[in-house]
């Protein structure tokens, strides 16, 4: 009786501990949590934690990759175009387990009808560290932001988490626009009866986004960005092979009846790893196009409630024409 | 027993061989000073000691160098 | 990612293991243990972890033979007309034979998986001279996590059973548990048989004590590592990367920082596995004790890695100097050159091979030649000068045991271990030795003037982390010379105080630790071996 009297108080005592634990660090993330999404704030990654500064409901696409995507598809230039409104969420280098977590950010607010993944990041080699990392720093953010204890100000502890702030490019980046690095593209897409497969773990975050895209009304929709060093026929066929199992559709734009035809010799900036502003240009058209014609994506020019567009549109073409 | 005292006072002077029981854990001997002490033993005692009887139960106190002195002169006869 | 792996996947063994033991009927206890270490070096060395297997079994069989060479060698003893001379040189020949195949086996794996591409590289010119080409790439095969410490655990085997210290186990699983121990086999402590074999084996269940004891234990290591030692490993490879770009002010600091970094990886790493034995209810030996409270080089390697330099005093030190020709030398020396200068000369033979094995165990490297090159100079030099320095500071009326003394001794010593360090984190023997040159011909305090320091890696909020840290560490540490233990008087508070250290220490390493995306991750350093 006495042994189980212990056993109870032990595991009391325990239960209570890690009660405590789990509370120290829920109120640690919340005084290291970014108090809005601007990199002033300490936000990690805040151009494409834009997207959480847009009015609700008024994103129709969202793009979701690595650095293939942010220098290559350029919203306000979709806006100018077609009238469509868009954001770029990616970040450099990256991996699905973060990709799935933009997502969700992202979908707190928006309904998007078209998300466009880049297919760069499929095969980007995700571990499961970097995975179960991302896990935990999505449940308690203070492993995520710890390194803020060196500029925590008063209202990181008693403010509250708000997102005001968007980017002005809408995640698009001219960081090389005007650079010129000339590709050697005698190789690209040369056939090849390889496929290149890809990874369990990339495949299982893979379906958890089609799920969650599908479980906000959003179509799931497969790119690959013309890159000559990035992408070839295997990596072709894998994704194509994939797109089939999962039921989504799948543009390639090195190849095809969808291929972009970019001119190697100026149209990147490091030697066909990514476009410069002409390459991209080309792109954000064919995406246009698509989207419009395929996915039906509405033209909100005329809308007055997306007026904030025009202004940021102007401001995009003064930018283009000071470069 | 006195023998070694007087080795001990020879190579290290000034230590309370007497009473301590810790003078390897105390790094009062040091493996220099222990060398030099097992050379001065074996020539004294007409003993071979090898490696294996370095050991800080051997060396830590009077009592146990004199017991292992003892033993191995035991062993050799 | 590839340094909080490993620590990573100890975190889950280690928490598997301690539910699985504890609800295990005792006599399955030790054979939890021996498949957690085991699926522990499954997961980080694969295949590899067949060498760790036939380590076991070729350190068992030897001392099975050992065993049985020694009691045909008492029959035999015993029976009357035996001339004792020959029979005990004829079996001392033949246990020494298998002694040494014995060690063979093991060093000779070690020498192949670890050191063949800088052996190879070594011998270029004498190879080359007879017309053979040397092998640059290694076997290819990789290196099992923890050789080389499992390995100078298995000769310490052998050679207590040659020297009857212990008598060899006939128990194959209690061997091995010995042997691959997953707590200690990746970064040490080196333990003898005679330490740990025994209570492995025990299966003592978990009691809480040994439980807050070891998770304290190992939260205070996982916070030396990640607070500290992660944090000035920027600063510290950036300089190291490229010296050439940075003055001899620049790369004292780096030198410093990187001797505080070891410190603060290794000893963390030895927290951890005293902690993870100490829930088992294992004691580990200790393997620092207050390294820079020394004053002497030779003090040092006794507070510093101390089952390294005792393995290495035990099982070389000894030995040599203890062998017939070393005596001999030493016989002579002491005629020639007096009974205290003697010893010391004739024990440079010995030292020798102390520090030529404590060079190369570090790693395939010129460097860790240097590095042991450098402690034996110190080391002998330091021991043949005594008499000289005697007479110097009597006659100069400095009081040896005096404070000002002491504290000279002090801070040469610490000068000492960071240049030591320095040439010891070199990426080779070259580098070592231009880095020291340009640390004494280019110093200067300029970077340290105008800021540049600050940009290095580290800025003043990590500064102010590490000096924290330094402090705690120095106050902690005093309070162990004075033979305090602080953590084993905690035990008697009660539990919500016991509670909120845990919690406490596991909070500074979330908060403080120097991990993420803006920071650089040690290579593990000593988990190279």
Redesign the interface.
């Known amino acids: 009786m006495v042994r189980v009297v212990r056993h109870i108080r032990s595991t009391a005592i325990a239960l209570t501990v890690m009660a405590v634990a789990v509370a120290l660090l829920a109120g640690a993330s919340y005084v290291v949590m970014p108090k809005n999404n601007q990199a002033e704030f300490g936000q990690v990654d805040a151009a494409a934690h834009g997207v959480m500064g847009e009015p609700a409901n008024s994103i129709d696409v969202l793009f979701l990759g690595d650095s293939e995507a942010f220098s290559s598809f350029s919203p306000l230039q979709l806006w100018g175009e077609r009238g469509i409104t868009s954001y770029t969420c990616a970040t450099s280098a990256q991996r699905l387990s973060y990709t799935r977590t933009l997502l969700a950010r992202a979908l707190k607010r928006q309904r998007p009808r078209v998300v466009m993944l880049e297919t760069d990041c499929v095969y980007a080699r995700l571990t499961l560290g970097d995975a179960a990392f991302r896990l935990l720093s999505d449940v308690f953010p203070i492993f995520e932001y710890h390194d803020r204890w060196k500029h925590l100000r008063p209202e990181d502890i008693a403010g509250s988490v708000r997102q005001t702030w968007t980017d002005e490019l809408k995640g698009f980046r001219l960081d090389h626009a005007m650079d010129i690095k000339a590709a050697d593209d005698s190789s690209h897409m040369a056939e090849t009866d390889k496929v290149a497969k890809v990874s369990r773990l990339n495949r299982l975050h893979l379906n958890e986004i089609h799920r969650m895209c599908t479980e906000h009304g959003a179509k799931l929709v497969l790119v690959s960005t013309p890159s000559t060093v990035n992408w070839n026929m295997a990596r072709h066929r894998g994704i194509e092979q994939f797109a089939r199992e999962m039921g989504v559709d799948y543009y390639d734009f090195n190849l095809g009846e969808h291929e972009v035809p970019i001119d190697w010799s100026c149209e990147t900036y490091d030697g066909g790893d990514h476009l410069n502003l002409a390459g991209a240009k080309k792109v954000t058209s064919a995406v246009g196009a698509l989207l419009s014609e395929v996915y039906d994506m509405p033209d909100h020019r005329q809308d007055a409630a997306f007026d904030a567009w025009n202004d940021a549109y102007n401001r995009y073409q003064q930018r283009l024409s000071a470069l | 027993m006195d023998a070694l005292l007087d080795i001990l006072e020879d190579l290290r002077p000034g230590e309370d061989y007497r009473s301590r029981t810790d003078l390897v854990d105390a790094r009062v001997l040091d493996s220099l000073t222990i060398l030099a002490l097992v050379s001065e033993l074996e020539d004294t005692f007409d003993i071979s000691i090898p490696a294996v009887e370095i050991v800080a139960d051997n060396f830590n106190s009077l009592a146990g160098m004199w017991a292992m002195v003892s033993r191995l002169r035991d062993e050799d006869l | 990612?590839k340094s909080?792996?490993s620590l990573?996947v100890l975190g889950l063994v280690l928490i598997a293991a301690v539910m699985l033991y504890q609800l295990a009927p005792r006599r399955m206890r030790p054979v939890v243990l021996l498949a957690a270490s085991y699926g522990y070096v499954w997961m980080l060395s694969g295949a590899l972890l067949t060498f760790l297997l036939f380590s076991t079994a070729s350190i068992w069989a030897t001392g099975m033979v050992l065993d049985a060479l020694r009691s045909r060698r008492a029959a035999e003893l015993a029976e009357p007309g035996a001339s004792r001379r020959a029979v005990k040189q004829r079996y001392q020949r033949l246990m020494r034979c298998m002694l040494a195949t014995g060690a063979a086996a093991n060093l000779g794996v070690l020498a192949a998986l670890k050191y063949l591409p800088f052996f190879a590289g070594l011998a270029k010119p004498l190879l080359a001279a007879v017309g053979v080409a040397a092998p640059t790439a290694g076997l290819g095969i990789g290196v099992p996590i923890g050789i080389s410490f499992y390995t100078l655990q298995a000769i310490s085997y052998l050679a207590d059973v040659y020297?009857?210290?212990i008598s060899a186990d006939r128990n194959p699983v209690r061997l091995a548990l010995f042997l691959a121990f997953f707590p200690q086999i990746m970064e040490g402590p080196i333990a003898r048989y005679g330490q740990t074999a025994a209570r492995l084996w025990e299966g003592r269940p978990v009691t809480?004590e040994a439980l807050f004891g070891g998770s304290a234990r190992i939260l205070w290591g996982l916070a030396k590592k990640l607070v500290v030692a992660d944090r000035v490993n920027a600063l510290v490879k950036a300089v190291f990367d490229d010296y050439g770009s940075y003055d001899g002010g620049v790369i004292a600091l780096a030198a410093v920082l990187y001797t505080a970094q070891l410190y603060f990886d290794f000893s963390g790493a030895m927290d951890i596995a005293v902690g993870a034995g100490r829930i088992f209810g294992v004691s580990e030996p200790e393997n620092f004790r207050q390294p820079f409270a020394s004053r002497t080089a030779?003090?040092f390697w006794?507070r510093w890695h101390v089952t390294l330099g005792s393995w290495f005093?035990?099982y070389v030190?000894?030995?040599v100097?203890?062998s017939a020709p070393v005596?001999r030398l030493?016989?002579a020396a002491r005629r020639a050159l007096g009974?205290r200068v003697g010893?010391?000369a004739a024990?440079g033979v010995a030292l020798a091979c102390v520090w030529l094995g404590n060079g190369l165990w570090h790693g395939a490297g010129g460097q860790y030649l240097l590095f042991g090159a450098y402690y034996f100079v110190l080391i002998w030099t330091g021991?043949l000068v005594v008499p000289l320095a005697e007479r110097l500071c009597l006659h100069m009326g400095i009081d040896r045991d005096g404070r000002a003394w002491h504290a000279w001794q002090h801070l040469r010593t610490l000068a000492v271990i960071v240049v030591g360090e320095l040439i010891f984190r070199a990426a080779s023997a070259e580098d070592a030795l231009s880095m020291v040159w340009r640390l004494v011909t280019t110093f200067s305090f300029a970077s340290f003037a105008d800021g540049t320091v600050l940009t290095l890696g580290m800025?003043a909020?990590d500064v102010a982390v590490v000096s924290v840290a330094v402090v705690v560490l120095l106050v902690v540490g005093h309070l162990r010379e004075r033979g305090m233990h602080p953590l084993r008087r905690m035990w008697s508070c009660p539990?919500p105080a016991r509670?909120a250290l845990?919690?406490a220490l596991?909070?500074v390493s979330?908060?403080?630790?120097a991990?993420?995306?803006?920071y650089v991750p040690i290579d593990p350093m000593y988990a190279q071996f």
């Open positions: 990612m909080y792996i990573a020297r009857g210290t809480a030779s003090e006794q005093r035990d030190f000894y030995p100097s203890l005596k030493s016989a009974s010893p010391v024990s021991g800025d909020a539990w509670a845990l919690l596991a909070m979330v908060v403080f630790g991990y993420g995306a803006s």
